[in-house]
C-alpha cells in the first residue's frame, strides 16, 4: 500500500484499485511516527482504504492518530458519506453504539480525597455495578425502557436523575429524536433492561482524577478548573447490551439487504445500504435508541456519583460542585453540514472511536461554550492521563469536527492478559499512587498501560495540527473497571 507523508503529522493514501474496487476518496492519517509505526501494525490502513471504496464517499475517509483495527471501519476512524443517497455502515458506528466520556468537575483538592480513597471507591464500586454481564440497581418494565430510548435524557430529567445543566451539557442535549423503540427487537430490550445505570466491563471505567496541568488557564477557568490537584470525576461507559443487540441485528437486515440490492464492498464487514433506503432508516432509528439508551446511562451513574460523594464528604452537590463539564460520543453517526470542495453539504458523518470536536461559535454547541469551543474529552488509560480539550476551526476542514477518542490499543486484550500479570500491574499503579478497584485481576491485566499508545503523543498530534487545543491534564488517583 502506497503511504505518502504529505506533511506533519499528515500521511496520504491516495485513490487506488483494492482489487475490484477503487477508492473514491484519499485517505488521510493523522499520525506522527511513533503512532505511524504502530498503526502500521495491524488492518487499520486496509480496513479506512476500503471504507474510501463506499459510494458517496465525500471528501476523504479519516484515520486519526488513536487509529486501530476494528470491524469493518478501523477504530479511530471517520467518514462522511452523501446524506441522501451515500452509504451507511453499522461498522462504521460499532457495536458499543454510543460508548462515550463525560467529565464532572468538582470543588476538592486531592489531600481532601486521599484520606478517605480507599472507603470512597469501595462505596462507588458497591453503588455503581460493574463487570460483564452486570446488572443495573434500577428496576424498569418494557414501557418504562421505551420511554427512556424514545425521550433521552429529557427521561432522566423527568424522572429526577438530571440537572437541567446536565442537558445543556451533553452532546444533542442527550436525546437523538430520530428515536422509535417499536423498531428495536425484544432481543435487544430483553438483553437491556436489567442494564441500565451499569457500567459494564472491558476498557469502561470511572476514574476519580486530578488536575496535573493547566494549559490554557482562560479556558480551564471557564470550565470551572482552577489549579493542580483539582479533583474531577470522568466516566466512560455505553449502551451496553441494547446497543449490542441493536447493531447485531442491524448487520443482519443491511447484509440480507446487499443481496437484494447487488451491492459489493472488499470486506464483508464493512457492510452497507444508501441512506435513503427503509433498512438504512430503520437502522438510524435503532441506533438512536441505543444512543438514548448510553446518554441514559452515563447519567444514572452520574446521578450515583453524586450521591456517592455527599454521603462521603458530608456535602450538599453544590458546595461539593458536582458539575458536569461535558459528556461526548464516541461510536455515532450524525447528518451534519459540512463543506466539501466549497459546497455546503448534508452528510452521514460516521464516527467509529472518535469524539465530535467543534469549534467556537458552531450552532451545535453549548451557548456558554460558544466562545470557546466544543470540549473534547480524550481519555486515557488507567496509568496515563486523559485530557480536557477545545475543538478549533481546522477541525471542520481536516476532520468533520473530529479528534481522537482515546489512548487507542497496541494489543489485544489476550495478549495483554498474557504479557502484564494483574498484580504487578495493581502494584505498579499503587506506586504511583493510583488506587484500583476491578471486577476481576483479569481485566486489569487486559487493560493495563502498556497495552495502549501514549496518550500524550496522541493528543499531540491533534493539538499541533490545530483540530483541537490542549486545555487540562489530569491524572487518575483511583479507578474503578468493569
Known sequence: MDVNKIGKNVYEITPTKIGNFQMKVPVHIYANDYIFDKIKSDRTLEQISNVATLKGIQKHAIALSDAHQGYGFCIGGVAGTDAESGMISPGGVGYDINCGVRLLRTSLKENDVRKILPTLLDAIYRNIPSGLGSRGKIKLNYSQLDDLVDNGLNWAFDNGYALENDLKHCEENGFLKAADSSLVSEKAKQRGINQMGSLGSGNHFLEIQKVDKIY????????????????????????????????????????????????????????????????????????????????NNRQLITHWIRETFVKSFKKDIDELDLSLIYGVCHNILKIEDHNVDGTKMKLNIHRKGATRAFPPNHPEIPQDYKDIGQPALIPGTMGSASYLCVGKEKAMDLSFGSTAHGAGRLMSRHKADRMYPAREVQEDLAKKGILIKAASLKVIAEEAPGAYKDVDQVVQVSHDLGIIEKVVRFVPIGVVKG
Do not use: W
Not at 231 to 244: D, F, K, P
Not at 280 to 287: E, G, H, K, P, R
Open 216 to 295: 490554557n488557564p482562560e479556558i480551564a477557568k471557564k470550565l470551572g478548573f482552577y489549579e493542580e490537584n483539582q479533583i474531577s470525576v470522568m466516566i466512560h461507559t455505553g449502551s451496553r447490551a441494547y446497543g449490542h443487540q441493536v447493531c447485531t441485528d442491524s448487520l443482519r437486515m443491511v447484509e440480507k439487504a446487499m443481496k437484494d440490492y447487488e451491492i459489493n464492498v472488499p470486506d464483508r464487514e464493512l457492510a452497507c445500504v444508501p441512506a435513503d433506503t427503509k433498512v438504512a432508516q430503520n437502522y438510524l432509528t435503532q441506533m438512536a435508541c441505543a444512543a438514548n439508551f448510553g446518554f
